[in-house]
């Protein structure tokens, strides 16, 4: 199943005009035009990271950020952020609420909403001005070891040297943050990185195969990123 998620990306993107959400009434549909900027989803199946070999723990909306980019002249790290945000959003959303799915009209606001926050310069992946920060891999380091073996390294000060950063290929950042509360790592101070900020889309967006991350776009320059375990994931395109 190695490219069977970038296959499918990839051929729902060609086919944008097909219908993958849920239905809602024609009588109550109004368009907004918010919805251009949304890729077709991913079913259930390609739902998953081949990296990480695991399935992602929500459905995502990806953006179209070559029309982002040309409607509102955003950045690779805004419309990283603009995704990232209005996908966080709408998950405390659904988990708050019996709905599962949006009206037209509350998408619309929802996308409005955290467009103009991103626009303001408001960001979920905030880091202190620090020289070298370690990007813990969840998914790899687990592959090999277990959470307890994480805790036992946190509790001998691994962590402590280096601004640490929690990378997961399929959390998103309220499930990452569940997982860290059910293994007692708290107390690392993990800056949390999660599966909301990969997309599709090169920072000059271009459209490619497979989902992705130009790492090093989201600090300053001159930090030195390492990675733990020792080989960063294949998600991430470093320069």
Request: net charge negative; glycine share 4%.
């Amino acid at each position: 199943m190695k490219y069977l998620s970038f296959l499918a990306l990839l051929t729902l993107i060609s086919c944008g005009s097909g219908e993958t959400r849920q239905n809602i009434d024609d009588n109550a549909y109004r368009t907004s035009g918010v919805e251009q900027f949304f890729l077709p989803e991913l079913p259930n199946w390609a739902n998953a990271s081949s990296a990480g070999k695991c399935f992602k723990s929500s459905s995502l909306h990806y953006l179209d950020f070559a029309k982002l980019s040309a409607s509102y002249k955003l950045d690779y790290v805004q419309m990283l952020e603009l995704q990232a945000q209005f996908n966080q959003k709408l998950e405390d959303y659904f988990r708050s609420s019996a709905q599962r799915f949006l009206k037209p009209v509350e998408e619309a606001s929802f996308f409005s909403n955290t467009l103009e926050q991103v626009r303001g310069g408001i960001k979920q992946f905030k880091i202190p001005q620090v020289n070298e920060v370690e990007i813990v891999w969840l998914e790899g380091y687990l592959a090999k070891n277990d959470a307890a073996d994480l805790r036992k390294l946190a509790a001998k000060g691994r962590f402590d040297s280096k601004l640490p950063v929690l990378y997961s290929s399929c959390h998103t950042k309220q499930s990452l943050t569940q997982w860290i509360s059910e293994n007692d790592l708290d107390q690392v101070g993990f800056y949390l990185l999660s599966s909301e900020y990969l997309s599709p889309y090169s920072s000059e967006s271009k459209l490619d195969a497979g989902l992705k991350l130009e790492i090093t776009k989201l600090f300053n320059s001159g930090v030195k990123l390492v990675y733990f375990p020792e080989q960063p994931p294949i998600e991430f395109v470093l320069p």
